[in-house]
């Protein structure tokens, strides 16, 4: 059994920072690729950041050059570091993790970004 944990989310004026801290624990072997997406209300999920087990980064067009996803492999961890947010970074995050061969949804964790 595998549970996972989001933490981090929370109101921030715009300009302002958050991390998002992504925790997987139980019997775990291998994490590999790790997403992150985000649900604003109204609108479809999509893709905000991905992360490999070698450390390659990807990102949606939105968020380049102020989130960074990183990942501590020794606390089962990823984290979506996101800087000079704006209001339309609002939405419902989740982390997206495969597991030992299972892809696995985080509860999400709300982030608001109003002034």
């Known amino acids: 059994q595998v549970q996972l944990v989001e933490s981090g989310g929370g109101l921030v004026q715009p300009g302002g920072s958050l991390r998002l801290s992504c925790g997987a624990s139980g019997r775990i072997y291998n994490i590999n690729a790790v997403n992150w997406y985000r649900q604003a209300l109204g609108k479809e999920r999509e893709l905000v950041a991905r992360i490999t087990n070698s450390g390659s980064t990807n990102y949606a067009d939105s968020v380049k050059g102020r989130f960074t996803i990183s990942r501590d492999n020794a606390k089962n961890t990823v984290y979506l570091q996101m800087n000079s947010l704006k209001p339309e970074d609002t939405a419902v995050y989740y982390c997206?993790?495969?597991?030992?061969?299972?892809?696995?949804w985080g509860q999400g964790t709300q982030v608001t970004v109003s002034s």
């Open positions: 997206n993790p495969w597991i030992d061969g299972y892809l696995y």
